[in-house]
């Protein structure tokens, strides 16, 4: 049996990645629990030799010249019986057989070792999500979830869900849909596990795809300077390049547009605008209204423009509902106020 539980212990470290020491720190505890309720003392040494696969435990009495607790002490005389070698002071050690401890020892010391494998595995699941915070991970639905629109989605990690309020408006999901989502924030819950906040909606969901789509971006030639998004509609990214022979903006296009057809897909369509980045913010803000022609930009402060356009560029400088100017705003941290002629 002792060789069974420290296989067992070698099989939890490889699979579920429970550290062996970890595991014997948590049995050795669950041991004194259950000889605590047995007899009524935490007088004990537990002994977990995973090189020789032996589990000892022995009941410790305290040697006196009186004794007032026959369960923690024992007389020197009748230590003395047992070895010469007592003195006074010292401790007198018997083996006490695992198999003979009751039903509900044996139950609280399982209770302890089952905790313990809990908390180590929240532990691990914490430590994967913190490392993947900030980060695109693929995800696969596992259920379409009920009246609140959520899903529940396998991480590879664990299950998590994936509210309402970041999906991408007018997405739907299919049982085994694989979809790629961005961890933004993950905190502890007690035992229930880690709460991991996953989006769909998040700007950053953008910058990770055009990341993994785009080798500039990878190695740094091209810079994602900044986003603005409205998920499901339409977002602009500005891009700028520290090369002057690489075309920033046809580096993230690709070609014949299939790098940022990859990103539009995984994003159902959402549209997106990739801008010229500038450390001009009159031409920033020209580049961030197009589609639209702009003739001219002025400033009334530093954070303040005035932006003239044709009057047949009026309507698409501001966009659907003000969506285009909203977008360039946003883009560029600047007031837009745009006039037609």
Same mark, same amino acid.
């Given at each position: 049996?002792?060789?069974?539980?420290?296989?067992?212990l070698?099989?939890?470290?490889?699979?579920?990645?429970?550290?062996?020491?970890?595991?014997?720190?948590?049995?050795?505890?669950?041991?004194?629990?259950?000889?605590?309720?047995?007899?009524?003392?935490?007088?004990?040494?537990?002994?977990?030799d995973?090189?020789?696969?032996?589990?000892?435990?022995?009941?410790?009495? +305290?040697?006196?010249?009186?004794?007032?607790?026959?369960?923690?002490?024992?007389?020197?005389?009748?230590?003395?019986?047992?070895?010469?070698?007592?003195?006074?002071?010292?401790?007198?050690?018997?083996?006490?057989?695992?198999?003979d401890?009751?039903?509900?020892?044996?139950?609280?010391?399982?209770?302890?070792?089952?905790?313990? !494998?809990?908390?180590?595995?929240?532990?691990?699941? !914490?430590?994967?999500?913190?490392?993947?915070?900030?980060?695109?991970?693929?995800?696969?639905?596992?259920?379409?979830? &009920?009246d609140?629109?959520?899903?529940?989605?396998?991480?590879?990690?664990?299950?998590?869900?994936?509210i309402?309020?970041?999906?991408?408006?007018?997405?739907?999901?299919?049982?085994g849909?694989?979809?790629?989502?961005?961890?933004?924030?993950?905190?502890?819950?007690? &035992?229930?596990?880690?709460i991991?906040t996953l989006?769909?909606t998040?700007?950053?969901?953008?910058?990770?795809?055009?990341?993994?789509?785009?080798?500039?971006?990878?190695?740094?030639?091209?810079?994602i300077?900044?986003?603005?998004?409205?998920?499901?509609?339409?977002?602009?990214?500005?891009v700028?390049?520290?090369?002057? &022979?690489?075309?920033?903006?046809? +580096?993230?296009?690709?070609?014949?547009?299939?790098?940022?057809g990859?990103?539009?897909?995984?994003?159902?369509?959402?549209?997106?605008?990739?801008?010229?980045?500038s450390?001009?913010?009159?031409?920033?803000?020209?580049?961030?209204?197009?589609?639209?022609?702009?003739?001219?930009v002025?400033?009334?402060?530093?954070?303040?423009?005035?932006?003239?356009?044709?009057? &047949?560029?009026?309507?698409?400088?501001?966009?659907?509902?003000?969506?285009n100017?909203?977008?360039?705003?946003?883009?560029?941290?600047?007031?837009i106020? !745009?006039k037609?002629v």
């Amino acid at each position: 049996m002792n060789v069974a539980f420290f296989d067992a212990l070698d099989e939890l470290e490889k699979t579920k990645g429970i550290p062996k020491d970890y595991m014997l720190e948590k049995v050795s505890a669950a041991l004194t629990s259950a000889f605590k309720k047995e007899y009524g003392s935490d007088k004990v040494r537990v002994v977990l030799d995973p090189v020789k696969k032996d589990v000892k435990v022995y009941k410790q009495r +305290s040697i006196v010249e009186v004794v007032t607790d026959p369960k923690t002490e024992i007389s020197l005389e009748d230590a003395k019986k047992l070895s010469r070698r007592h003195v006074l002071g010292g401790v007198v050690e018997n083996e006490v057989k695992t198999k003979d401890f009751g039903r509900l020892s044996a139950q609280a010391a399982k209770q302890v070792i089952i905790q313990g !494998i809990r908390e180590a595995e929240t532990s691990n699941m !914490i430590r994967e999500y913190e490392r993947r915070r900030e980060e695109v991970i693929t995800a696969t639905v596992t259920k379409t979830a &009920d009246d609140t629109g959520a899903i529940v989605i396998d991480t590879g990690t664990s299950e998590a869900v994936l509210i309402k309020n970041e999906q991408i408006p007018g997405e739907e999901f299919e049982v085994g849909d694989r979809i790629k989502v961005f961890v933004t924030e993950v905190k502890r819950a007690g &035992d229930e596990g880690p709460i991991v906040t996953l989006s769909r909606t998040h700007p950053n969901l953008v910058r990770k795809l055009f990341e993994l789509e785009v080798p500039e971006i990878q190695d740094g030639t091209v810079v994602i300077k900044g986003i603005a998004r409205e998920a499901g509609s339409r977002s602009k990214i500005a891009v700028w390049s520290k090369e002057e &022979d690489v075309d920033a903006v046809g +580096s993230c296009i690709g070609n014949h547009g299939m790098r940022i057809g990859n990103v539009i897909d995984e994003l159902c369509g959402e549209k997106i605008d990739v801008i010229e980045y500038s450390e001009d913010l009159g031409e920033f803000i020209a580049s961030a209204l197009s589609p639209a022609e702009v003739i001219s930009v002025e400033f009334d402060s530093e954070k303040s423009a005035r932006v003239t356009v044709s009057l &047949d560029q009026l309507s698409l400088a501001i966009g659907k509902e003000g969506q285009n100017a909203r977008l360039a705003a946003k883009l560029t941290g600047c007031k837009i106020d !745009i006039k037609g002629v």
